[in-house]
Structures are given as C-alpha cells and as structure tokens.
C-alpha cells in the first residue's frame, strides 16, 4: 500500500506543479471495489452489441468504486453524490473533445466532469506527506529487538536471525 501511495503522491506533485496544472484533470479510479458489502446495488445500463454477442448480458454497471478527481476545478474536500462508473470518465473526455460515443454504455454513462465546477478554478494544490515507499530499503530489523541490539553484521538480509534475536531476548531458548 505505501509503494502506492508513494508513487500517486509522485504522479500528483509532478501533474500539480507542471505548467499544465492549470487544464488537467488528474483521475484517479480504482479498479476493484474491496469485496465489502455496499447497501448500494449495481445500476442498470444498455448492453453493447458486443457485449451482447460475447454473453456479457447482464446490463449492470457493476459495484461503486473509489474514484478521486483532482483539478483546479475540483472542489476541495467535495464528495459525489451522482452515480458514475469508469465509463463516467471516457464520456468526460468524449464530451470534453467532441468525441463521439464508442458504445451504448458510454453513451448512456453519467459525464464524470459533472463534479468539477468551472466557475471557481482553484490553482492552489495541497502539498501531501506521504513516507517514502519501503521497497529497496533494508529492513531496520535493529530497531525491532527490546534489547536494542542491533542484528549481527552480514545477517541483515537474514530474516530468520533477527527473530531469532528478538525470541532470545524473550527468553525463549532458541
């Protein structure tokens, strides 16, 4: 998860401090809804014909997803109440350029630039802490031991030998 947000905080920074800043729209749309309950039901929706041909008949748009939009024109702090799906953000860009509608479902999809608000463009862009991402950093396996023995030298990479340590500072005999 820190590798993640970590590498969002990267994306975000680079975007809000580019002079493009200004006409971006920065969507951040998660792919899976956490197999939670949601009281909410999947919406109904037209079925492509291409869909229909595959057997993908069921005509829901699917679970409600995590979806964040980050732009000058985003209201801060704001949640959505409309129902939009990832189709919400390729109408945005259809309606944005004047693009036609690839199917039936986009077509008929909520437009995800509904919460964005033109009128009152806010350039200003919340600088985020977020900790570095652990991957490639040694584990401080150290740290860890009440004792505060650090682990031998040449055994850092050794997972076993810092909870070795750790258990005999317990008093386990190991």
């Not at 014909?49 to 748009?61: H, P, S």
């Not at 991402?133 to 030298?153: D, R, T």
Request: aromatic share 8%; hydrophobic share 45%; charged share 15%.
């Amino acid at each position: 998860i820190r590798s993640g947000e970590t590498f969002l905080n990267q994306v975000y920074a680079a975007i809000t401090s580019s002079p493009n800043w200004s006409s971006t729209v920065l969507v951040i749309n998660y792919d899976e809804w956490g197999g939670f309950f949601d009281h909410v039901p999947p919406s109904q929706t037209p079925i492509p014909a291409a869909d229909q041909v595959a057997g993908n008949a069921d005509g829901l748009r699917g679970f409600r997803v995590p979806c964040l939009a980050i732009a000058p024109w985003a209201p801060r702090s704001a949640v959505a109440r409309g129902v939009y799906d990832h189709t919400s953000v390729l109408k945005m860009i259809e309606w944005r350029w004047g693009l036609a509608p690839l199917t039936v479902r986009d077509a008929t999809a909520n437009n995800l630039a509904e919460v964005l608000d033109f009128s009152r463009p806010n350039l200003a862009a919340p600088a985020v802490a977020v900790p570095p991402s652990p991957i490639g950093v040694p584990c401080p396996a150290g740290a860890l031991l009440p004792s505060g023995q650090p682990v031998p030298a040449g055994e850092e990479e050794d997972e076993w030998a810092a909870l070795r340590l750790i258990a005999r500072d317990d008093g386990w005999p190991v």
